[in-house]
């Protein structure tokens, strides 16, 4: 029988403290795996060689790395996700429009993650990818999104993830932030300056549940800070996406 814990069962939270561990290094072994999470080999090993035998770890280079297995679920969870084929093609029009990187965002326990990202022609290069987990308050759509979440779920967010600094423009306290999107809410979009990456800017729109009046996540362009000015930067990439966003909604509340 599992040992339960206050909060979960220790030998599940051990199995998804590995694959944390084994997502983020370098194919590592395992006594680097037991060192890092202060768990005894034999306890290591054990864990390791049911997710091996599940397909969610493959040995490779003398260390662990993630199975191609968790592609069936990452897919899965894209294809469920009630916003996805209705913003694949909208986000694919931005990145054509805009010839800049474009992104869906959709906020799950508190944490952004992209359900969809396009490059367009003159996008840079960055480390996002389709599934990354992000924290909210660093990005665009994030803020986007959080500015349409009660204030109770923020002060949550807020209180579990903190504000981590991602650069030296960062929003870091909660009061600022707090006001940064009572302005967001009001003027229905949200901005980017360098926060998550230096020298890169960023606008984002909320996509909302006219139902509900909830929110279903956000959409987004990023680019260069040197190209991203002026007006194109503060009205006409903003009214793109709010008119994109719009008619999401409404197909999104009549489908």
Do not use: W
């Not at 997502?23 to 091996?52: C, F, M």
């Not at 360098?194 to 960023?202: F, H, I, P, Y």
């Amino acid at each position: 029988m599992p040992e339960n814990t206050k909060d979960g069962v220790t030998t599940v939270e051990t199995t998804f403290r590995i694959l944390e561990l084994v997502k983020n290094a370098d194919a590592p072994g395992l006594g680097a795996i037991s060192e890092e999470l202060d768990i005894a080999r034999s306890t290591a090993h054990r864990h390791l060689v049911t997710l091996q035998k599940h397909r969610f770890v493959v040995k490779s280079d003398g260390g662990y790395r993630v199975g191609l297995r968790f592609l069936d679920y990452g897919r899965q969870s894209q294809l469920e996700n009630q916003l996805f084929e209705q913003v694949k093609p909208k986000v694919d029009h931005i990145a054509e429009e805009t010839n800049e990187k474009a992104f869906c965002c959709v906020e799950q326990h508190g944490i952004g993650i992209f359900l969809y990202i396009r490059d367009g022609e003159n996008s840079v290069q960055t480390h996002s990818y389709i599934g990354e987990q992000i924290h909210l308050h660093q990005h665009a759509s994030g803020k986007a999104i959080l500015a349409h979440l009660p204030e109770q779920k923020i002060s949550r967010i807020v209180e579990t993830y903190g504000l981590p600094e991602r650069t030296n423009h960062t929003v870091t306290e909660p009061d600022e932030l707090l006001n940064e999107l009572r302005t967001v809410r009001e003027s229905g979009v949200a901005y980017n300056y360098q926060e998550s990456v230096e020298n890169l800017r960023a606008v984002g729109v909320p996509i909302r549940n006219l139902n509900t009046n909830g929110v279903y996540g956000a959409i987004s362009v990023s680019g260069p800070a040197s190209r991203l000015t002026g007006d194109y930067f503060e009205t006409e990439l903003p009214d793109l996406l709010r008119g994109i966003s719009n008619e999401l909604e409404l197909n999104l509340a009549y489908e």
